[in-house]
């Protein structure tokens, strides 16, 4: 970075120091997911993630190590694993150099998207703003270098506004790229992730040991249940309906953001009256596109809720949140082998239109509550 070119907040980004930082937690975040990964006993302990979490380096530490071996991360492997003691054999177990530089280069570029987006913004408004001010400022025209028609210093800002916009929305597009993978994550990964990690903290830490042996005549509990289920399927559907939110509120027209500002509408009132009852029909698609998808997901359920036949009951108080269930796309799932069966056969389909009705529900729903925006505007699409 040339110094005298670099805004402060920029170039705290991109020094050495902020760099190593960068390798410092994706080391960490690698180290406190090995216990998951190798099994209980075989990864570090309690204690030793402690002691990474702790560890220290310097700048000049790992400049000084790197003289011995030639290579910046190994250095800094090495200042590190020697700072957290015992414990920093866990430290780079596994990975590759290529595994966190790449990784830390992306958490650097993630900061620097916070920096540089409000501030990319921020011309658009202020060449917005301009371009109001001088639309009547005549100013000669120019075409290959001589003069042409007049025109206004005005109309040249817009079109500086708009090229700084479309600017602005493709930085934006390119710090975007982790919501819309989620999106796109298979609904089998997250069941993994759910048996791997929520399954086994929910069985470790929410159920009592009494609470067990209170029920284990009737079922087991073992972290398998409709609370597993609950954080899962929110966790896959989260990232679908901040991808729809994030369209629907940008394509909200900012002249009608900003005459509300101007008329003195604080900002919450704003962004509630005039962005969201604007963006209303977006957000209802992704709420219901969203829902829809959880409802009829079975892979996961039977992943991650317990797959038995056995209803939770409200009255056993909280514990209705750990006991096993099967939802109705599981029970299809499990069932399916019992189609050639006449009772079973009519059993599933029945459950199949259950859940057919419910989608429709959800659109009809969906259909309804746009009903009211339709008071706003004529039939040419002109505000009434």
């Not at 216990?35 to 309690?46: A, I, M, T």
């Not at 694993?81 to 570029?109: E, F, N, P």
């Not at 073992?222 to 729809?244: C, D, E, K, Y």
């Not at 892979?299 to 056995?310: C, E, N, Q, T």
Request: charged content about 15%.
């Amino acid at each position: 970075m040339i110094a005298r070119y670099t805004r402060d907040e920029l170039g705290r980004l991109w020094t050495d120091q902020a760099r190593m930082e960068s390798w410092r937690r994706v080391e960490v975040a690698a180290s406190e997911e090995l216990g998951e990964l190798l099994g209980d006993g075989d990864g570090p302990s309690g204690a030793d993630l402690e002691a990474i979490r702790g560890a220290t380096f310097s700048v000049a530490q790992v400049d000084e190590r790197e003289r011995v071996t030639d290579h910046d991360l190994a250095a800094f492997v090495d200042v590190l694993g020697a700072s957290a003691g015992h414990a920093g054999r866990w430290i780079h177990y596994g990975l590759t150099s290529s595994d966190v530089l790449d990784t830390a280069l992306a958490l650097q570029l993630r900061a620097v998207g916070e920096v540089i987006l409000p501030g990319a913004y921020g011309l658009v408004a202020a060449l917005h703003a301009r371009a109001r001010e001088h639309v009547g400022t005549l100013c000669v025209g120019r075409t290959h270098g001589v003069h042409a028609e007049p025109t206004t210093f005005g109309v040249k800002l817009a079109g500086f506004a708009f090229e700084a916009h479309r600017n602005a929305q493709r930085l934006q597009r390119a710090f975007e790229p982790v919501v819309r993978l989620l999106a796109s994550v298979p609904p089998v990964v997250y069941g993994l992730i759910g048996v791997l990690v929520v399954v086994p903290f929910i069985g470790n830490h929410l159920i009592s040991q009494a609470s067990k042996a209170a029920v284990t005549p009737v079922i087991q509990l073992n972290g398998q249940s409709l609370l597993a289920a609950v954080v899962i399927l929110s966790v896959m559907i989260a990232p679908i309906m901040i991808a729809t939110f994030a369209e629907g509120l940008r394509a909200v027209p900012r002249t009608w953001l900003e005459g509300s500002l101007a008329l003195g509408v604080n900002p919450w009132r704003t962004f509630w009256k005039v962005a969201v009852r604007t963006a209303r029909p977006a957000l209802i698609a992704g709420t219901v596109l969203a829902t829809a998808r959880a409802l009829g997901e079975a892979v996961i359920l039977a992943m991650v809720s317990g797959g038995v036949g056995f209803a939770p009951n409200p009255a056993d108080g909280l514990i209705f949140f750990v006991e096993p269930s099967r939802g109705l796309p599981a029970t299809i799932l499990y069932n399916s082998d019992g189609m050639s069966e006449p009772a079973m056969k009519h059993t599933l389909f029945a459950i199949a239109a259950v859940l057919l009705f419910s989608a429709l529900m959800l659109s009809v729903t969906g259909w309804a509550s746009k009903q009211p925006m339709k008071r706003y505007f004529n039939v040419g699409g002109a505000a009434a």
